[in-house]
């Protein structure tokens, strides 16, 4: 069993400090939950429509649409986010439901992106415990201990143009796969076997309204850009210049949290698309806090507004980041490795 780390005095006070006047944001509303719901179902559901009649009566439209309906993907995957961390309302059995609903849409088994994601939240940050849902990132000495092939392998993860370009096929497939029975529960295996029917049905019945150069045309597209979209926000929310990593010994959950995890400031209208997911840092320290909270917490919580902060300009060059330096503690790119 793994150790549980035991942070400085100084530290475990601030860190509970924090979390106890976040969790004043934790309370769910029916009502806004519904209200995102039906403001974000609604449009996805007609920008598909437009979009799959614009192909044959206006292109221009199909075109025009593909970037909003793409963001609204996005946005609906949020929200089966939020009820993977049982956040988005106050019913258990209502965030099971819309959860599996909204992870059919976004084709992700929920039950099972719920477990691997908890696993990140619980080890974000923690050397000791890489693997969990993260961009694999090595340290400096780690990739100098590597041999020439597997330098090659980490470089071809790491390289942007794979992660976004070729991440998205990967992620369709990757998430059509039954998981490893010894590492996962039946409910989850049960979570990908039944979101693969209800995602089979799903196509098979827009196929056979619109055709299948339509699905080819439309649909594929608008899953690809979100999938890119999605990619990009969790890779740049925890692969920053000031990021956080720690020994397990060492490590605390919230300083993790707090620094690991960057604020990206994105513009009102980005912001809504992607449920304030931006404020990383506020959703790492209290997941139960739902995205239509977060900005009030954030707004709440002084510390919270004391972390590091991106802008998209900015945010573009932490595509150089490749590996973490204990000595500096800050990643660095793979110029910073002396060749030996």
């Known amino acids: ?7 400085s005095a100084p530290t475990a006070t601030r860190s509970r400090s924090i979390q106890e006047r976040a969790a004043a944001f934790r309370k769910s509303d029916a ?34 649409l593909l970037p909003v309906t ?41 039950a099972q992106w719920r477990r691997d994601h908890a696993l990140h939240h619980a080890s974000s940050g923690d050397l000791d415990r890489r693997g969990h849902g993260d961009i694999d990132t090595l340290t400096v000495e780690e990739y100098r201990a590597l041999d020439r092939r597997a330098r090659f392998k980490y470089r071809f993860y790491r390289n942007a143009f794979v992660m976004l370009v070729l991440g998205p096929l990967y992620l369709m497939v990757h998430y059509r796969r039954t998981p490893p029975s010894t590492t996962t529960r039946a409910s989850k295996v049960s979570s990908v076997q039944w979101t693969n029917l209800a995602v089979a049905v799903m196509i098979g019945a827009l196929t056979w309204l619109v055709g299948w150069k339509a699905m080819l045309l439309v649909y594929a597209p608008v899953v690809y850009f979100a999938s890119m979209a999605g990619i990009w926000l969790f890779y740049v929310q925890h692969q920053h210049e000031e990021a956080y ?89 793979f110029d910073a490795v002396q060749p030996n």
Request: net charge positive.
């Open 245 to 333: 990593w720690e020994g397990h010994e060492e490590w605390d959950y919230v300083t993790a949290a707090m620094m690991g995890s960057s604020f990206y400031r994105l513009p009102k209208v980005l912001e809504w698309f992607t449920g304030s997911i931006g404020r990383h840092h506020v959703h790492h320290v209290d997941p139960r806090i739902p995205n239509y909270r977060l900005k009030d917490a954030h707004e709440g919580v002084p510390e919270f507004n004391a972390v590091p902060e991106l802008t998209f300009w900015k945010s573009l060059r932490t595509t150089g980041l490749k590996l973490w330096d204990p000595q500096q503690r800050r990643l660095v790119g």
């Open 31 to 64: 009502g806004r939950a519904t209200w995102q719901m039906t403001n974000t179902l609604i449009p996805l559901s007609a920008g598909f429509a437009l979009m799959f009649w614009g192909l044959t009566h206006a292109w221009w439209l199909t075109v025009l």
């Open 1 to 7: 069993m793994t150790a549980v780390s035991t942070p």
């Open 70 to 110: 793409a963001l609204l993907f996005v946005r609906t995957f949020i929200i089966m986010h939020d009820c993977a961390h049982g956040s988005f309302t106050g019913s258990k059995r209502a965030n099971e439901v819309i959860g599996f609903l909204t992870g059919a849409l976004t084709l992700t088994p929920f």
